[in-house]
Nanobody
Framework: QVQLVESGGGLVQAGGSLRLSCAASGRTDSRYAMGWFRQAPGKEREFVAAGLYATTTYAPSVKGRFTISRDNAKNTVDLQMNSLKPEDTAVYYC???????????????????WGQGTQVTVSS
């Protein structure tokens, strides 16, 4: 079992920045891929970013604005979000893929563990 707890969400104006953090506990392992997904009202949950070893992958909509980073010693994975837009408004979820696959998946069904989510609201 892996427990994930997100923090750092809030309200920010367009163009601003927020940093989300995800603290992992339980059966953590640096070999697991860790990712962030988001779900806006009335929309399906979508992939945002993920990291595995030194590799990172981003959704086209956030590439160049968001940065995912991981501290295996602290069992945390952060998402630095810059140049935020109103369309970034969503509940953001941290997720863990503990399958041991050697590539980063962008599919939510391949992530077994999820946090409770943190709200990010970007005002125009």
């Amino acid at each position: 079992q892996v427990q994930l707890v997100e923090s750092g969400g809030g309200l920010v104006q367009a163009g601003g920045s927020l940093r989300l953090s995800c603290a992992a506990s339980g059966r953590t392992d640096s070999r697991y891929a860790m990712g962030w997904f988001r779900q806006a009202p009335g929309k399906e949950r979508e992939f945002v970013a993920a990291g595995l070893y030194a590799t990172t992958t981003y959704a086209p909509s956030v590439k160049g604005r968001f940065t995912i980073s991981r501290d295996n010693a602290k069992n945390t994975v952060d998402l630095q979000m810059n140049s935020l837009k109103p369309e970034d408004t969503a509940v953001y979820y941290c997720a863990a893929d503990t399958s041991g696959r050697l590539y980063i998946s962008t599919h939510e069904y391949e992530y077994e563990y999820w946090g409770q989510g943190t709200q990010v609201t970007v005002s125009s």
